[in-house]
Nanobody, 119 residues
């Protein structure tokens, strides 16, 4: 079992910055990819950014150049630095961790943290 706890959300004005953190605990071996997803009211959940255990990152086009995902393996924590925030970035941001143990795929989600960007 893996527990993911997000923090760092809040209310910020457009153009501002926030840094989200996701602390993982539990059975952390074989976690390959961690990432952030977001869901705005009335919309489907969408990928924001992911990072593998080797440090390879993938960002959604909508956040390229503004958001940066990073990972501290020693602290079992993933960060999402969000700069130049826009009102359309307003959403609940959720952390994800997934990987394989043998042939079994596992996929865990945090509870989410709210980010609200005012215009």
């Amino acid at each position: 079992q893996v527990r993911l706890v997000e923090s760092g959300g809040g209310l910020v004005q457009a153009g501002g910055s926030l840094r989200l953190s996701c602390a993982a605990s539990g059975s952390l071996f074989n976690i390959n990819t961690m990432g952030w997803y977001r869901q705005a009211p009335g919309k489907q959940r969408e990928l924001v950014a992911t990072i593998t255990s080797g440090g390879k990152t993938h960002d959604a086009d909508s956040v390229k150049g503004r958001f940066t995902i990073s990972r501290d393996n020693a602290k079992n924590t993933v960060y999402l630095q969000m700069n130049s925030l826009k009102p359309e970035d307003t959403a609940s941001y959720t952390c994800n961790a997934n990987g394989f143990r043998g042939t079994s795929y596992f996929n865990y989600w945090g509870q989410g943290t709210q980010v609200t960007v005012s215009s």
